[in-house]
């Protein structure tokens, strides 16, 4: 059986910003699927008061404000040890965890993780964060040459994936991009059809490969290229 059809976890955040060093995590989603449906799915989802301002733009996206944070999210400190733990055992029972953009949410848990003195994703595991499964570098990667954009909603609309709730709120996006993600199997057999290992790796030059281009397109710009080339930290 593939793994497509084994359990995934979806994991997704909403953030005060895009800074993965000094922005903080908002609102975490974590969704245990057993199969395509809601019906096969877990969630777990956290409102946390990071302790410092919500920009109005930011809560315009997430529709979290800082009172609204202060009133009823937790401390930011023991929702990092949870989604932190449940993130690790996933990982150490071979479940892959599945994240649109995930380099973002990532990197941004293990910023956290390490500003609140918590061992962060890697050193729970002993070794990298792995297999993740990022339907955005998958994307790119199959199917290069597709003019427009790749944000969740566009990507969705591709794939024929329809919403079935409030986009930006990190639960159902997690669901959303897990329904991406098995339509993107089915579409591309490759996807379904390779070892998480090696397709764990195989994001990794996918990521690189789109990475060095997009910042030979901002030079030609006279723009910075600033787009990393390391996936998925």
Do not use: C
């Not at 793994?3 to 975490?28: H, Q, S």
């Not at 395509?36 to 956290?46: C, I, L, S």
């Not at 733009?57 to 979290?64: D, N, S, T």
């Amino acid at each position: 059986m593939s793994w497509i059809n084994g359990p995934l976890l979806g994991f997704d955040t909403e953030t005060t910003g895009t800074n993965t060093d000094t922005d903080r995590i908002v609102t975490a989603a974590l969704v245990f699927s057993t199969g395509p449906g809601r019906a096969g799915e877990t969630v777990a989802t956290w409102l946390i008061d990071p302790g410092v301002e919500i920009p109005e733009a930011a809560a315009r996206v997430h529709g979290i404000s800082t009172a609204h944070a202060q009133q009823y999210g937790v401390p930011s400190r023991p929702a990092l040890e949870e989604i932190a733990a449940r993130l690790t055992e996933a990982l150490q029972q071979g479940t892959p965890i599945v994240a649109f953009n995930g380099s973002f949410d990532l990197r941004i848990i293990e910023a956290e993780l390490t500003r609140h003195d918590l061992p962060t994703l890697a050193d729970r595991l002993g070794h990298d964060i792995a297999p993740v499964i990022d339907p955005l570098v998958l994307d790119r990667g199959l199917d290069r040459f597709r003019k427009g954009k790749r944000t969740l909603s566009a990507v969705m609309e591709h794939y024929g994936v329809q919403a079935d709730g409030t986009m930006h709120t990190a639960d159902v996006d997690v669901s959303m991009t897990l329904d991406v993600l098995r339509a993107m199997a089915e579409k591309f057999p490759e996807v379904g059809g390779t070892e998480l290992p090696e397709l764990h790796k195989k994001q990794i030059e996918l990521h690189r490969a789109w990475a060095e281009n997009f910042n030979e397109f901002l030079k030609k710009k006279g723009k910075t290229p600033d787009a990393s080339t390391t996936w998925p930290l």
